[in-house]
């Protein structure tokens, strides 16, 4: 089955800008989309189609996705964006929904 | 208003069995395909099950091994999930999240809060 592989933890100072990675075999082949999730919460749409923002998401956050690397981009970070980061693919061989692990945000 | 309210979950002993329901509202049910998905403690997403629109397609995670079954009540606007066999892996938050219509691969736009359960002696 595929398998989306994210570091536990990402660390970064206000202002600054957070990439937050999300690894797979040819992902750059799918479709990646991305969840924020604060504690207690359920998760949220972020980006969706690698680098397309819903409506109400800053501009801020961008994505990319090529080669074994989705990236998701977070610019001029403020404290309001610390939270967990999912990435989530199809994959069509399976017919399955995957999701990667999760990545944590901390605004130092 | 779209809401997704989960409900059902709770403290269950391994081997016993638990129905989650999901209802929905502000938006046309029958219209969208929807999943379960849940969330280990501490732990990231993992998808459970997906229903289409009309009961046509059902699919699920490879690790329920034929334990867990989703259906659905159009007429009630209404998700389910039946699970049994349930062992202490299963253990999460259980939410449902409603698909993205008309996209070329599956994602979601709205979640509900969740459901917890607990499969514990």
């Known amino acids: 089955s595929y398998v989306l592989t994210q570091s536990p933890s990402v660390s970064v100072a206000p202002g600054k800008t957070a990439r937050i990675t999300c690894g797979g075999n040819?992902?750059?082949?799918?479709?990646v989309h991305w969840y924020q999730q604060k504690p207690g919460q359920a998760p949220v749409l972020v980006m969706y189609?690698?680098?397309d923002r819903p409506s109400g998401i800053p501009e801020r956050f961008s994505g990319s996705n090529s080669g074994n690397t989705a990236t998701l981009t977070i610019s001029r970070v403020e404290a309001g964006d610390e939270a967990d980061y999912h990435c989530?693919?199809?994959?069509?061989?399976?017919?399955?929904?995957?999701f990667g692990g999760g990545t944590k945000l901390t605004v130092l | 208003e779209v809401q997704l309210v989960e409900s059902g979950g709770g403290l269950v002993k391994p081997g016993g069995s638990l129905r989650l329901s999901c209802a929905a509202s502000?938006?046309?049910?029958?219209?969208?395909?929807i999943y379960w998905v849940r969330q280990a403690p501490g732990k990231g997403l993992e998808w459970v099950s997906s229903?289409?629109?009309?009961?046509?397609?059902?699919y699920y995670a490879d690790s329920l091994k034929g334990r867990f079954t989703i259906s659905r009540d159009n007429a009630k606007n209404s998700l389910f999930l039946q699970m049994n066999s349930l062992r202490a892996e299963d253990t999460a938050v259980y939410y449902c999240?409603?698909?993205?219509?008309?996209?070329?691969?599956?994602?979601?736009?709205?979640w509900g809060q969740g459901t917890l359960v607990t499969v514990s002696s």
């Open positions: 040819n992902i750059g082949s799918k479709s």
């Open positions: 999240a409603r698909e993205v219509p008309g996209t070329a691969t599956p994602f979601f736009d709205y």
């Open positions: 502000g938006f046309t049910f029958s219209r969208y395909s």
């Open positions: 989530q693919v199809w994959d069509s061989s399976s017919d399955h929904v995957v």
């Open positions: 229903i289409s629109s009309s009961s046509s397609f059902i």
């Open positions: 189609y690698d680098s």
